[in-house]
């Protein structure tokens, strides 16, 4: 059975950091993208980052060289890194899974066919 179970959300202050973790069970993470989306009311679901099955990794030009996707396989367990945090980053994270093995041009919802429960990431002071 698939599972994506999402944690490490909470209330930081403007400049601060937080790492999220989704521990994935009933599939390998060297067969399958990975990816971490956000979504605030009443907007669309953003893609932020994905880590593919081979280990390349793409970010969203927002984040990028402020968060950090990686994996640690022994523990089936995939991190986003969040850095330099901002008000605008306040959000619900999810992780999902992507439908292949390709992390490259997978930024749709479409693209993945699993998902974490979320975890609320709070920016403020």
């Known amino acids: 059975q698939v599972q994506l179970v999402e944690s490490g959300g909470g209330l930081v202050q403007p400049g601060g950091s937080l790492r999220l973790s989704c521990v994935v069970s009933g599939f390998s993470l060297n067969d399958r993208n990975m990816g971490w989306f956000r979504q605030v009311p009443g907007k669309e679901r953003e893609w932020m980052s994905c880590v593919g099955g081979g280990g390349a990794t793409f970010y969203t030009s927002s984040v990028r060289g402020r968060f950090r996707i990686y994996r640690d396989k022994a523990i089936n367990t995939v991190y986003l890194e969040m850095n330099s945090l901002k008000p605008e980053d306040t959000a619900v994270y999810f992780c999902?899974?992507?439908?292949?093995?390709?992390?490259?041009?997978?930024?749709?919802?479409?693209?993945?066919?699993?998902w974490g429960q979320g975890t609320q990431v709070t920016v403020a002071s």
């Open positions: 999902a899974r992507g439908a292949d093995y390709r992390c490259a041009d997978r930024r749709d919802r479409s693209d993945y066919d699993r």
